[in-house]
């Protein structure tokens, strides 16, 4: 299903491809302005998560079967580094104290938000990757200045 008639499919999966830099672009800057001091590795994590999930569909082809077996395996992925996100020390005191802190909850969804942007400008329709970018972009702005 061709989002654009009469273009040829490597044009396509470039379009695709630069759709997800854009949505990870436009996700990671909101998350890289959400703190104290601008953080720029926020704005290229979420760049490298939506173009990779968007890179791993496309890679694996018109099977949905493949496909399938591919957006598990990124759901599973970027749970792991959604985890990290949430349990790193931010503190940054240097108390010997082990017991991770929990923050970066929406930090976190975001970077899981990201790689479904990716999976569903590959797989499905670009206009609703769009769409609910836009919706995200809106709660994301609504909801202040938070640290995580």
């Not at 989002?3 to 470039?14: F, G």
């Not at 890289?32 to 979420?46: E, G, K, Y």
Request: some cysteine.
């Amino acid at each position: 299903m061709s989002w654009i008639p009469a273009i040829s499919p490597d044009l396509e999966v470039l379009m695709r491809l630069g759709l997800a830099v854009l949505c990870g672009m436009a996700v990671g800057f909101n998350r890289a302005q959400h703190f104290r001091h601008p953080q720029p590795s926020r704005l290229r994590m979420h760049v490298l998560v939506g173009l990779s999930a968007c890179l791993m569909v496309l890679a694996a082809g018109p099977d949905l079967e493949a496909r399938s077996r591919v957006i598990q395996g990124v759901a599973t992925g970027v749970g792991f580094l959604g985890a990290g996100e949430i349990l790193v020390d931010r503190r940054g005191n240097g108390h010997d104290d082990p017991t991770p802190q929990v923050h970066g909850l929406t930090s976190a969804a975001s970077i899981w938000f990201t790689a479904a942007l990716g999976v569903t400008v590959a797989a499905a329709s670009p206009l609703m990757a769009l769409v609910a970018l836009l919706l995200a972009l809106l709660v994301l702005s609504r909801s202040g200045q938070a640290h995580g």
